[in-house]
């Protein structure tokens, strides 16, 4: 697990900061779970959020970006890969990892990364924030898009 070393998270206020979280619908009870601990972050910072479920973690990237482009200050992706038996977990975890660096960067604004590429469910299970699970990657993901805007804000001032 990567969870040594990690920076303090929660205890922020993200009053009139606008989230929209994406997540993806595939391995749902993984997906349903790192969502669920995207809105409790926002929640617990009263952040203005709202929720956009797509298929899978393909059509993150085109959604964040319409997202960031309607005005929203951040979004947070959530999505689930596991590799399987063929190149496609290759391709679809780059492919996703590349557009959603591309969307924050040309947009400008934070892009929250919760997508897990993993070798099974249970290394999602581990991640989700489920009770047992090791980490909480949907909330990990919220609360660093929400501090990213907060430190682009102390830039412009």
Same mark, same amino acid.
């Given at each position: 697990?990567a969870?040594?070393g990690q $920076?303090?998270q &929660?205890?922020?206020?993200?009053?009139?900061?606008?989230?929209?979280?994406?997540a993806g619908?595939?391995?749902a009870r993984? !997906?349903?779970?790192l969502l669920a601990g995207?809105e409790r972050? #926002?929640?617990?910072?009263? @952040?203005d959020? +709202?929720v956009v479920?797509?298929?899978g973690a393909?059509? %993150?990237?085109v959604?964040?970006? +319409?997202? #960031?482009a309607?005005g929203?200050?951040?979004?947070?992706?959530l999505g689930v890969i596991? +590799? &399987?038996?063929? $190149?496609?977990f290759e391709?679809?975890?780059?492919a996703?990892?590349?557009? #959603?660096?591309?969307?924050? #960067?040309d947009a =400008?604004? $934070?892009?929250g990364f919760?997508? %897990?590429t993993?070798?099974d469910?249970?290394?999602?299970?581990?991640?989700a924030?489920?009770?047992? !699970?090791?980490e909480?990657? =949907?909330?990990?993901?919220?609360?660093? @898009?929400? +501090? @990213?805007?907060?430190?682009?804000r102390?830039l412009?001032?």
């Amino acid at each position: 697990m990567a969870g040594t070393g990690q $920076p303090q998270q &929660g205890g922020i206020d993200a009053t009139g900061i606008r989230v929209v979280v994406v997540a993806g619908t595939w391995h749902a009870r993984i !997906s349903d779970a790192l969502l669920a601990g995207s809105e409790r972050m #926002l929640e617990e910072a009263n @952040a203005d959020y +709202r929720v956009v479920r797509v298929a899978g973690a393909f059509e %993150l990237a085109v959604v964040a970006q +319409r997202a #960031l482009a309607e005005g929203a200050d951040a979004v947070v992706t959530l999505g689930v890969i596991i +590799r &399987g038996g063929t $190149p496609h977990f290759e391709y679809i975890a780059s492919a996703t990892t590349d557009g #959603l660096t591309r969307v924050a #960067l040309d947009a =400008g604004k $934070p892009v929250g990364f919760g997508v %897990l590429t993993i070798d099974d469910e249970q290394q999602g299970l581990d991640r989700a924030g489920l009770e047992g !699970s090791k980490e909480d990657k =949907g909330f990990e993901a919220a609360d660093a @898009a929400v +501090r @990213a805007v907060l430190a682009l804000r102390d830039l412009s001032t």
